[in-house]
């Protein structure tokens, strides 16, 4: 992955200081070059936002790399583009045709809506020279998540059936060729993957009325990233993150005190407390209601880290954090 400045840093950099790693890690230095060298691991957010329709925040989808090799957290509504923007924006290698092994925190909606558009997507424009350099069609998408991933995937699956048949059909631009290849595999908690770049752990996380909800730690050469999906407050998560580099945070809004709220997800006191027991070198808040600036400066108020609202596309150079 090669970096390019499109937003002149020094523009943002200048707020509160308690954002300014955060910045620093997103932001190359003053007057380096567009080539840039960068640490082993990145994080792009690809999408921080909730169900609600925020044109600036779309769904959930969050891409660790390591190596350029992309590991896909959460497939919210718009994944595939998303993920094109994030090419534009910070020249990524990583081509979504190059996305072998996918997590998947739980079933909601808002994590999950994309899921179709990245098994079909990728595999429709494999054949397609502009898309697909590398990797594409060899190998089947490996996904990881809860019990029930499976018969959603199946389900999604059969859904398009026609458009499969007709992509692979006589004069298809697939004609020919074999279906979407998924392997779902449903997870417990523990480590769930791993190869030569990194170890995934799940973790069990509190989310409401779910049975079945995940957070993941990624374990890397150099650096440690937790993403808790959603969540109410569980110490689990504390004791995931113990001082990581990054720990990606759901929620932290202020002022919703609905017992739908409460159950399912984490108050701005909540992300303060978890974030004090589990130190992170850089809180990153996602799943936002907008800017969520209440929440934000509630969390200041308890919290004296480093602590920043994701952006969509946002990226941070998360090896480069270890570092400091
Ligand atoms: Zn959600
Ligand atoms: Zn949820």
């Given at each position: 992955m090669r970096?390019?400045?499109?937003?002149p840093?020094?523009?943002?950099?200048?707020?509160?200081?308690?954002?300014?790693?955060?910045?620093a890690?997103?932001?190359?230095?003053?007057?380096?070059s567009e080539?840039?060298?960068?640490?082993r691991t990145q994080l792009?957010?690809?999408g921080?936002?909730?169900?609600a329709?925020?044109?600036d925040?779309f769904?959930?989808a969050?891409?660790v790399?390591?190596d350029?090799?992309?590991?896909?957290v959460?497939?919210?509504?718009?994944?595939?583009?998303?993920?094109?923007?994030?090419i534009?924006?910070?020249?990524?290698?990583?081509?979504?045709?190059d996305?072998?092994?996918?997590?998947?925190t739980?079933?909601?909606?808002d994590?999950t809506l994309?899921l179709?558009?990245l098994?079909?997507?990728?595999?429709?424009?494999?054949?397609?020279a502009?898309f697909?350099k590398?990797?594409a069609?060899?190998?089947?998408?490996e996904i990881?998540?809860?019990?029930?991933?499976a018969?959603?995937?199946?389900?999604?699956?059969?859904?398009?059936d026609?458009?499969?048949?007709?992509?692979?059909?006589?004069?298809?631009?697939?004609?020919?060729?074999?279906?979407?290849?998924?392997?779902?595999?449903?997870?417990?908690a523990?480590?769930?993957?791993?190869?030569e770049?990194v170890?995934?752990?799940?973790?069990?996380?509190?989310h409401?009325?779910w049975r079945?909800?995940?957070g993941?730690?990624?374990?890397?050469p150099?650096?440690?990233?937790v993403i808790?999906?959603?969540?109410?407050?569980?110490?689990?998560?504390?004791?995931?993150?113990?001082r990581?580099?990054?720990?990606v945070?759901?929620?932290?809004v202020?002022?919703?005190?609905?017992a739908y709220?409460?159950?399912?997800h984490?108050?701005?006191?909540?992300?303060?407390?978890t974030a004090?027991a589990a130190?992170p070198?850089l809180l990153?808040?996602?799943?936002?209601?907008?800017?969520n600036?209440?929440g934000?400066a509630a969390i200041?108020?308890r919290?004296?880290?480093?602590?920043?609202?994701?952006r969509?596309?946002?990226?941070?150079?998360?090896?480069?954090?270890?570092?400091?």
């Amino acid at each position: 992955m090669r970096f390019r400045r499109s937003v002149p840093c020094s523009a943002i950099r200048s707020t509160f200081a308690a954002a300014a790693l955060a910045l620093a890690a997103s932001c190359a230095p003053l007057g380096a070059s567009e080539h840039a060298p960068h640490s082993r691991t990145q994080l792009v957010m690809l999408g921080t936002g909730n169900p609600a329709p925020d044109p600036d925040r779309f769904g959930p989808a969050t891409v660790v790399l390591v190596d350029d090799v992309p590991y896909l957290v959460d497939c919210g509504v718009g994944v595939v583009r998303r993920w094109a923007a994030a090419i534009r924006e910070h020249r990524l290698h990583a081509r979504v045709t190059d996305l072998k092994t996918a997590f998947v925190t739980h079933l909601h909606s808002d994590h999950t809506l994309g899921l179709a558009e990245l098994v079909l997507t990728p595999w429709t424009i494999a054949g397609d020279a502009r898309f697909a350099k590398r990797g594409a069609g060899d190998g089947a998408l490996e996904i990881h998540g809860p019990k029930g991933l499976a018969r959603m995937t199946a389900h999604l699956l059969a859904a398009y059936d026609e458009d499969i048949r007709i992509r692979t059909g006589p004069g298809g631009e697939n004609a020919g060729g074999d279906p979407p290849r998924v392997q779902v595999h449903e997870i417990d908690a523990g480590v769930v993957f791993r190869d030569e770049r990194v170890t995934v752990t799940a973790f069990r996380v509190r989310h409401g009325t779910w049975r079945e909800a995940f957070g993941f730690r990624f374990d890397t050469p150099d650096a440690t990233i937790v993403i808790t999906g959603d969540t109410a407050y569980t110490p689990e998560v504390a004791a995931q993150c113990r001082r990581c580099d990054i720990l990606v945070h759901e929620g932290g809004v202020a002022g919703d005190p609905s017992a739908y709220f409460r159950a399912f997800h984490s108050s701005a006191e909540d992300v303060a407390r978890t974030a004090n027991a589990a130190r992170p070198r850089l809180l990153v808040l996602y799943h936002q209601r907008g800017s969520n600036a209440a929440g934000l400066a509630a969390i200041r108020a308890r919290y004296p880290g480093p602590v920043v609202v994701a952006r969509d596309l946002q990226r941070f150079d998360v090896g480069a954090l270890a570092d400091r």
